[in-house]
């Protein structure tokens, strides 16, 4: 079975520090995606950034990077110089294919304070 | 581009009353739909998914039903609502020959009094 872990329940930093987002997954499939998305309080899932299970590439977009290691089954995600507009909750998902349903963590939320 | 849509946005609505909740993607054509439960303060749940026209899986037992009358809509029900079904809805679409999409929709807050 699938399973998709953010220990983290609640991070809390002040504005300008770096922050990374633990996420550790468990799959028996050789090919696998997977994601993180941002849920702003307005509810709506924010998609940040989808990675297949081949590509162990670090990915950095702006302040986000993504830190991939399938040795460790992690895909961590660090927002640097953390910002009040990143207060969010932080969602890391698993689709074993592409065409399955989303895995879920159980979230992180972040607040960052000004 | 695809985009998906879905309402009402809000809704309250008292115990043992009907639910019909509507989601449409468009830009697409034969994508994979989601429906998710969002308790509050909670994780997602995955509720039903459907790879065609109607085909519908569902993921947990409950009061809640949903159907797939065409490629692009997908409709979540209940005949009777009970307190437990209040939380955030939310639709999602992916596309299974890519793999790609996985957007949602920008969710119903369903409240059940």
Do not use: M
Not at chain 1, 25 to 49: A, H
Not at chain 1, 78 to 107: E, M, R
């Amino acid at each position: 079975a699938q399973k998709v872990t953010q220990a983290q329940t609640e991070i809390s930093v002040v504005e300008k520090e770096d922050v990374t987002l633990d996420c550790v997954y468990e799959t028996r499939d050789t090919t696998y995606y997977l994601f993180w998305y941002k849920q702003p309080p307005s509810g709506e899932l924010v998609f940040l950034i989808r990675r297949n299970s081949f590509d162990e590439q670090n990915e950095i977009s702006g302040r986000y990077s993504w830190n991939f290691q399938k040795s460790t089954s992690s895909f961590n995600f660090t927002i640097t110089a953390s910002q009040v507009v990143d207060s969010a909750v932080y969602f890391c998902a698993l689709s074993s294919s592409g065409n399955t349903p989303l895995v879920f963590g159980k979230g992180t939320r972040l607040s960052v304070i000004a | 581009s695809q985009t998906i849509h879905q309402w009402p946005a809000t809704l309250v609505q008292p115990v043992g009353s009907p639910l019909s909740l509507e989601c449409t993607v468009e830009g697409t054509s034969n994508p994979n739909l989601y429906w998710y439960r969002q308790a509050a303060g909670r994780g997602l749940q995955l509720l039903f998914y459907s790879v065609g026209i109607g085909q519908i899986s569902s993921e947990v037992p409950q009061n809640l039903s949903a159907s797939r009358p065409q490629d692009r809509q997908f409709i979540l029900s209940s005949k009777k609502l009970l307190l437990s079904d209040s939380g955030f809805y939310l639709c999602a679409w992916s596309n299974p020959e890519t793999g790609y999409g996985y957007t949602f929709g920008s969710g119903t807050r369903l409240t059940v009094v």
